[in-house]
Nanobody
Framework: QVQMQEYGGGLVQAGGSLRLSCKAS???????MAWFRQAPGKEREGVSC????????QYADSLKGRFTISRDNDKDALYLQMNSLEVDDTGIYYC???????????????WGQGTQVTVSS
C-alpha cells in the first residue's frame, strides 16, 4: 500500500479557491489516484480521479467544471484545484490510490487521513 497525506485544506469564503495537495510515498506512478470528500452527516463521495499517467480524468457531475485534478509523478503528488467554492463543498477531503478506476471508493486501496475544507457563506 501507499502512504498518503493531504495538505491545503482550510476556511474559505464562498466563491473563493483552494488547492489541495496529496503527497504519497512509494511508486505511485503505477496507480490511478482520486479525491473523495465527506460532508457532515453524508456518505463519502467521489470528486475526481486521474489515471496513472495523467492522461485520463473523471469528475463528479455535480462539480460543474469548478475543480481540476492533476498529478506530478516525479514528486509522487496529487492535486485538486478548487474554484468558485460553494458552501456545499464543505467536508473532509481524502486522496486515494489504487489499481481500479472511477469514483467508487472500492476502486482504491490506499487512503490519506483527510483534510478539512470549510466554505463559509
Amino acid at each position: 500500500q501507499v502512504q498518503m497525506q493531504e495538505y491545503g485544506g482550510g476556511l474559505v469564503q464562498a466563491g473563493g479557491s483552494l488547492r489541495l495537495s496529496c503527497k504519497a510515498s512509494g511508486a505511485t506512478f503505477v496507480y490511478n489516484m482520486a479525491w473523495f470528500r465527506q460532508a457532515p452527516g453524508k456518505e463519502r463521495e467521489g470528486v475526481s480521479c486521474i489515471s496513472f499517467n495523467g492522461l485520463r480524468t473523471q469528475y463528479a457531475d455535480s462539480l460543474k467544471g469548478r475543480f481540476t485534478i492533476s498529478r506530478d509523478n516525479d514528486k509522487d503528488a496529487l492535486y485538486l484545484q478548487m474554484n468558485s467554492l460553494e458552501v456545499d463543498d464543505t467536508g473532509i477531503y481524502y486522496c486515494a490510490a489504487g489499481t481500479g478506476w472511477g469514483l467508487e471508493a472500492r476502486a482504491y486501496d490506499s487512503w490519506g487521513q483527510g483534510t478539512q475544507v470549510t466554505v463559509s457563506s
